[in-house]
T-cell receptor, first 113, second 115 residues
Framework: DAGVIQSPRHEVTEMGQEVTLRCKPI?????LFWYRQTMMRGLELLIY????????DSGMPEDRFSAKMPNASFSTLKIQPSEPRDSAVYFC???????????FGPGTRLTVL | AQSVTQLDSQVPVFEEAPVELRCNYS??????LFWYVQYPNQGLQLLLK??????LVKGINGFEAEFNKSQTSFHLRKPSVHISDTAEYFC?????????????FGQGTTLQVKP
């Protein structure tokens, strides 16, 4: 079975540009999580969805960040405009409601110059 | 609110030696506890989890952890490590057990296995 799929794996962009990160959860999973990992702050939960509905976005750093889940098999995390401090590895994870076990994708390494 | 503290940021150890990675949590309610491993340039992978029942939990790759409610700890152990165990290890607690809610992660412990 395919695991969680994220694209792109690496993204280099310039400050001020729009960045869109994509995630395809494991088929049948109905919860999806976006995390950010940096050396300074470790692993932070940004937002999570249950059945395509955002449940908790308290971890989203500011209005420049937005996330959508238009259907059960796709989610995006958008940063507009991007800033150098957004440089990090962004992970998507999914789980089946009730299992509490999250399965992580390989991550997207974002570098904002 | 729940929180997780991993007491060591780095643990160097020689190959074939035993290792313990320490994790303490705080919570006013029952919790589920997890250990994840992150190999270089990869996502996190579940090592083991405690939901209920036996306090000694066995996971993949020869790792085990013991849930100690009185000490609010969930330390990870392996009797003999390999070079391939070099990775970042994260302890996590479920903020709302059974409701597929947030996982609260510790800051991570880097296990460096030396030949």
């Amino acid at each position: 079975d395919a695991g969680v799929i994220q694209s792109p794996r690496h993204e280099v962009t310039e400050m001020g540009q729009e960045v869109t990160l994509r995630c395809k959860p494991i088929s049948g999973h109905n919860s999806l999580f976006w995390y950010r990992q940096t050396m300074m702050r470790g692993l932070e939960l940004l937002i999570y969805f249950n059945n395509n509905v955002p449940i908790d976005d308290s971890g989203m750093p500011e209005d420049r960040f937005s996330a959508k889940m238009p259907n059960a098999s796709f989610s995006t995390l958008k940063i507009q405009p991007s800033e150098p401090r957004d440089s990090a590895v962004y992970f998507c994870a999914s789980s089946f409601k009730g299992s509490d076990t999250q399965y992580f994708g390989p991550g997207t390494r974002l570098t904002v110059l | 609110a729940q929180s997780v503290t991993q007491l060591d940021s780095q643990v160097p150890v020689f190959e074939e030696a035993p290792v313990e990675l320490r994790c303490n949590y705080s919570s006013s309610v029952s919790v589920y506890l997890f250990w994840y491993v992150q190999y270089p340039n990869q996502g996190l992978q579940l090592l083991l989890k405690y939901l209920s029942g036996s306090t000694l939990v066995k996971g993949i790759n020869g790792f085990e952890a013991e849930f100690n409610k009185s000490q609010t700890s969930f330390h990870l152990r392996k009797p003999s490590v390999h070079i391939s165990d070099t990775a970042e290890y994260f302890c996590a607690v479920s903020a709302s057990p059974g409701n597929t809610g947030k996982l609260i992660f510790g800051q991570g412990t880097t296990l460096q296995v030396k030949p």
